[in-house]
């Protein structure tokens, strides 16, 4: 008798199983997730209630979370070591609002939080939070925004979040996505030797990504020597990139040495150009970065990047700076003077 050949499964039905699995196992992740980050809180509140009762509290507080370390140890493993329990306490110390009727943002895992909780500045914190979470940002992106105060280079302090499940009142303007400087360390490019434009454009196509987390959010990529043709003329944009929070192109022009104002007309035709024969209907005024190695203050003051809303010049760094280097570029911008970061948070 031969054999009969069993019929072949109906199209896409494994993919359609693997995908069942797949968000299964994605909810029980987030569910455990957020489940461990609550737990930890709320330890780290009965350690500090704890720690507040007790007579000579510095001594007694040392004693108990070492103490407490050795008794959770033999049943719960070195996951609740003296250092963890120390960051569950300052997580409570740094979020206590949580039970207040605020949740903890279910997006960030704890590794986040860690990150998070030792920013100093509370609007830098609500930041990072909100970006974390909107933006899935992975705990290597959100630790490389911290090292590289994103916040602190935005030119100006990001539009209010508008109350859950309601839309923000108006959009954001670009002050409050561009920033100054931008690091790009990511290109690997060795500061002591200054690359050609050229170099420098394809450098950042190569490592689009990590420039489009660079630029911000709701940037998309539209071209790299983007040609705007007149009657008589031909001109190219370095690169160009809609946003789609601001609903305008914005080009950028890469410049390798100091700001001029050459470069400032320049952008500022590129800008009218594009406006004239690009923008579509709907869209707002084109804007144009000119990425620079350097710039002088003064020039940028006294010329009409003072005053436009759709011209800005930006510096860009190579290697991450220090803290303190970061510090002093953004005193010289007068934009703020940030608090350092606390160094004296548990790791």
């Known amino acids: 008798m031969p054999k ?13 199983v693997r995908s069942i699995l797949r968000e299964a196992r994605s909810t029980a992740y987030a569910a455990a997730n957020t489940a461990m980050v609550d737990a930890y809180w709320r330890i780290g509140r009965r350690i500090v209630e704890e720690e507040q009762g007790g007579a000579a509290r510095a001594e007694y507080g040392s004693q108990l979370i070492r103490n407490l370390a050795r008794a ?15 960051n569950f306490r300052q997580f409570y110390l740094t979020f206590p609002e949580a039970g207040k009727g605020y949740a903890l943002r279910s997006e960030l895992s704890w590794t986040h ?8 500045h509370p609007q830098a914190r609500a930041y990072y939070i909100e970006e974390c979470a909107r933006q899935q940002w992975s705990s290597r992106m959100l630790e490389r925004a911290i090292e590289t105060c994103s916040y602190q280079r935005l030119l100006a302090d990001p539009a209010p979040s508008a109350p859950a499940g309601r839309p923000p009142k108006s959009g954001p303007t ?9 690091i790009l360390e990511f290109l ?9 434009e050229r170099q420098l454009e394809g450098a950042l196509v190569t490592r ?24 008589s003329s031909h001109f190219y944009v370095d690169l160009v990139f809609y946003n789609y929070l601001l609903k305008c192109f914005v080009l950028i022009d890469l410049k390798t040495k100091k700001l001029s104002h050459g470069d400032i007309g320049q952008m500022d035709m590129y800008v009218r150009m594009f406006d004239d024969l690009k923008r579509g209907e709907g869209d707002n005024p084109t804007l144009g970065i000119i990425l620079c190695a350097d710039k002088d203050e003064t020039l940028v003051r006294y010329s009409v990047l003072s005053e436009s809303q759709q011209l800005f ?3 860009y760094r190579l290697v991450l700076p220090s803290e303190e280097e970061l510090q002093a570029e953004l005193e010289r911008r007068h934009i703020l003077d940030w608090p350092a970061q606390d160094e004296g948070s548990e790791s």
């Open 4 to 16: 009969t050949t069993p019929p072949a499964a109906p199209s896409g039905f494994f993919d359609e």
């Open 113 to 120: 939080w860690r990150l998070v909780m030792r920013v100093d």
């Open 208 to 231: 689009l990504r990590d420039f489009l987390m660079e630029l911000g959010k709701g940037f998309s990529f539209v071209g790299r020597q983007y040609r705007i043709s007149t009657e």
């Open 174 to 182: 670009p002050h409050q996505l561009l920033k100054d400087p931008y």
């Open 313 to 315: 010049a930006s510096r």
């Open 188 to 196: 690997d490019l060795p500061e002591a030797h200054t690359p050609s």
């Open 72 to 86: 959770l140890g033999e049943e719960f493993g070195k996951g609740l070591s003296v250092a963890n329990l120390k």
